[in-house]
């Protein structure tokens, strides 16, 4: 269908959108209470007794029912997606006695929920719905409703499923998140699930596995010329170097911008002692720190390198902000 000239803005249509679907987070956000709580009981009871998680939605709930599950088991809530049409013809033997149906529908009538639902009633199981509906065929059949009712949609017909798709898609976040703080989930427990993403790299990663060390570490006595430090900094190709004492423990930091900050103060720059020009108390860290530490000090201070320290105080290593991309931990 092509688009015809528009006598309304996008812009505001869109903005339009926006004020409806955020008006429906609020409605529903009003209308959470001790059911809430019920909810997440049943879901932590349901996985300490080692049962899963089915989650059971036709059409757009369906597709959101597939981002909360995902949602549910990368928080540590083993959680799986059965489509109910496709339940009714055989895949209902994913369902064991002790497993816990979170059911999307904003209806709650439809012919595929009350065809599935006496057949649902022969396991041992408890039902959530997520509905607009608490008086459905659904909501009367479950355990728990989590009311998702949305003053309207965002269609201009007030038909098809958006401020009511985005209010289910936020009850099943904060199912997921109240769950997760419930059950003592932890950072390194999230890593664990995300082994090939950015994410799990820098939480399961420690600073020693990604830093420069040896060779590529630039690191230069106190008493040194500027020029041996530039000298260093070319071998170990990079833009800084570690200055040290006389015990070789960090006390400051020479980089390329300061050589250039520095060269109209000083023309004799080059034959300065390292001491005399080099930034004091640099910004460091310790080898035994994870990765995401290095990531959070990166997106929080204009550095270029952080200069890796042991329990000494002694520069072991570097990370280059610049070797971040290539270890996939941006």
């Known amino acids: 269908m092509r688009c015809h000239p528009v006598r309304v803005s996008h812009l505001k249509l869109a903005r339009q959108v926006f004020d409806i679907e955020l008006a429906a987070l609020r409605s529903v956000k009003g209308s959470l209470d001790e059911s809430f709580d019920r909810g997440i009981d049943l879901i932590c009871a349901t996985l300490a007794a080692r049962r899963k998680i089915v989650v059971l939605g036709v059409g757009k709930s369906g597709n959101i029912g597939r981002k909360i599950a995902a949602t549910l088991s990368s928080t540590g809530s083993t959680a799986v997606v059965l489509n109910p049409v496709d339940a009714l013809h055989g895949d209902l033997g994913i369902v064991q006695d002790g497993d816990l149906i979170l059911a999307l529908s904003y209806s709650g009538e439809s012919s595929e929920w009350t065809d599935l639902l006496p057949a649902l009633r022969r396991f041992s199981v408890q039902i959530i719905a997520l509905t607009g509906n608490p008086k459905s065929t659904l909501a009367q059949h479950s355990d728990v409703i989590l009311d998702i009712r949305v003053p309207r949609e965002a269609c201009p017909f007030n038909l098809a499923p958006t401020a009511s798709t985005t209010a289910t898609l936020v009850m099943g976040d904060a199912l997921a998140i109240a769950v997760m703080t419930a059950r003592g989930f932890r950072k390194q427990?999230?890593?664990?699930?995300?082994?090939?993403?950015?994410?799990?790299?820098?939480?399961?990663?420690?600073?020693?596995?990604?830093?420069?060390?040896?060779?590529?570490?630039?690191?230069?006595?106190?008493?040194?010329?500027?020029?041996?430090?530039?000298?260093?900094?070319?071998?170990?190709?990079?833009?800084?170097?570690?200055?040290?004492?006389?015990k070789g423990r960090l006390v400051g930091v020479f980089t390329d911008g300061d050589l250039r900050r520095r060269l109209a103060a000083h023309e004799d720059i080059l034959q300065r002692p390292l001491k005399e020009v080099m930034t004091r108390n640099p910004i460091t860290l310790r080898d035994d720190a994870l990765a995401v530490d290095a990531l959070r000090i990166f997106n929080d201070r204009n550095i270029d390198d952080?200069?890796?320290?042991?329990?000494?105080?002694?520069?072991?290593?570097?990370?280059?902000s610049q070797d971040l991309p290539k270890l996939k931990l941006m």
């Open 189 to 246: 427990d999230f890593a664990q699930r995300h082994p090939a993403g950015a994410i799990g790299r820098a939480l399961l990663y420690k600073v020693g596995d990604i830093m420069r060390r040896d060779q590529r570490n630039a690191v230069a006595r106190q008493d040194q010329t500027v020029q041996d430090g530039l000298l260093t900094m070319t071998h170990a190709k990079t833009g800084s170097v570690s200055v040290v004492d006389g």
């Open 306 to 320: 952080l200069i890796v320290v042991n329990a000494r105080k002694e520069p072991v290593g570097l990370v280059d």
